[in-house]
């Protein structure tokens, strides 16, 4: 019986020993993963960031290189004529510009990110039941506002885009497709005429 009793001990002391080895693996697998989660969660933000910094240069260096380029004399008729359209600079890879209405000043919209920024800074607020209104019965916008940005003012990151001829609304959902419906509106125009209209900068009013 002694004999029984101490293999018995001997096989607890095996168990409890294997069962802590159990323990230690499971804990220090949990510790690593959740130590590389972390340096990865890190190393994503600071990649991200990254990319914010070099698209922010990017779009500083566009800006800057067109606000050299335009003539200092510039075409306030032209601007005036093309005030609320959407611009492709076709001999500069078709690059978009916006002519904001209010200041006759073309704004870069870049990519649907840049893009939806601009929109987002020079539209005018609104209330969804004026905006419907005027969308459900098919009316036309006041004159004031054809060209312009709306934003619905009772939800947020709902924008409108009043066309210049017919200043009928047309909703701009996502990024890419505020984009793309934005380019396929656009007028083609040379660097001649488009450096006679004054480059405005979203990023001096920040």
């Known amino acids: 019986m002694p004999e029984n009793n101490n ?17 230690y693996i499971i804990l220090s ?39 050299e380029l335009t003539n200092e004399l510039k075409d306030t008729k032209l601007a005036e004529r093309l005030k ?8 500069a890879e078709g690059i978009a510009w916006y002519v904001y209405p209010i200041d006759l000043k073309r704004y870069y919209l870049g990519n649907p990110t840049e893009a939806m920024q601009t929109i987002k800074n020079l539209s005018k607020k609104m209330s969804l039941e004026t905006i419907l209104d005027y969308i459900y019965f098919e009316k ?11 934003t619905n003012q009772d939800k947020k990151n709902e924008y409108y885009y009043i066309t210049p001829e017919d200043r009928l609304a047309i909703p701009l ?10 380019r ?7 660097n001649e005429n ?5 480059v405005g900068d979203l990023s001096l009013s920040q």
Do not use: W
Not at 7 to 23: A, D, E, N, Q, S
Not at 184 to 189: A, D, F, M, R, V
């Open 184 to 190: 396929n509106l656009g007028l083609g125009i040379t």
């Open 140 to 150: 036309k916008f006041p004159e004031e506002l054809a060209g312009k940005f709306l």
């Open 29 to 67: 697998s949990t510790i690593y993963n959740i130590n590389y989660e972390v340096k990865m969660s890190n190393f994503l933000v600071d990649s991200a960031l990254q990319i914010a910094k070099i698209q922010s240069s990017h779009v500083k260096n566009i800006i800057q290189k067109e606000k």
């Open 84 to 91: 609320g359209k959407i611009l492709l600079q076709i001999e």
């Open 7 to 23: 293999k018995h001990k001997r096989l607890k002391k095996i168990i409890l020993l294997c069962l802590v080895l159990m323990i």
């Open 173 to 182: 959902k996502t990024p890419d497709e505020a984009f793309k419906l934005l």
């Open 194 to 198: 488009i450096r006679k209209i004054t």
